[in-house]
């Protein structure tokens, strides 16, 4: 692989600096390392020893220098990340909503509240898509869905008897009793 090595102009290593010293203070690492690594190229370092400097790959620091050449300081700015693509189309978004809609009793369990492992066992039933139910949870709220989270009561205590308790036995077995 030929070297590359960029020729800068002393206006544009200033604007590069100006750039660099702003990003920093943005947060914006990578956009600083990147602009960082053509700084260090102009001033005659390689890109394997620029990306010893910078601790990154020197497959990157290639592409960086060389996007930079083709498209100027707009190559170095953070561009949307799309991520792995989603495994349900919209449609089956949908019918996944319609059937978390019906609910889970229509669909064939016995509990009248959906859980994410249902929900889970739904998608990989209807659509052969494996997902973690944590991710689930994700499609669910994407879906408009909130979570809910049962209350716990006794359905046929005594609300008396409750109180009591309350007031009276759980001060005295707690471990450490208020005076």
């Not at 370092?45 to 996007?67: D, M, P, Q, Y």
Request: net charge positive; charged share 30%; proline share 4%.
């Amino acid at each position: 692989m030929k070297p590359l090595f960029l020729k800068l102009h002393h206006s544009t290593v200033k604007k590069l600096l100006k750039m660099k010293k702003e990003a920093d203070q943005d947060g914006q690492y990578r956009v600083s390392k990147r602009i960082h690594a053509a700084i260090l190229n102009h001033e005659g370092n390689t890109s394997g020893e620029i990306a010893h400097v910078l601790k990154s790959s020197r497959s990157c620091v290639f592409e960086w220098l060389s996007n930079y050449a083709k498209h100027g300081e707009e190559s170095f700015l953070e561009g949307h990340r799309s991520g792995r693509p989603g495994q349900l189309s919209e449609k089956q978004k949908q019918i996944l909503s319609d059937i978390v809609e019906s609910g889970p009793v229509a669909y064939g369990y016995l509990s009248g509240v959906w859980t994410a492992v249902m929900i889970r066992e739904v998608i990989d039933n209807e659509f052969d898509v494996q997902y973690d139910a944590r991710h689930v949870r994700r499609i669910l709220d994407e879906l408009d869905f909130s979570l809910q989270r049962p209350k716990r009561i006794l359905a046929q205590a005594d609300p008396r008897k409750q109180n009591r308790w309350i007031r009276y036995t759980y001060p005295c077995i707690k471990k450490k009793p208020t005076r």
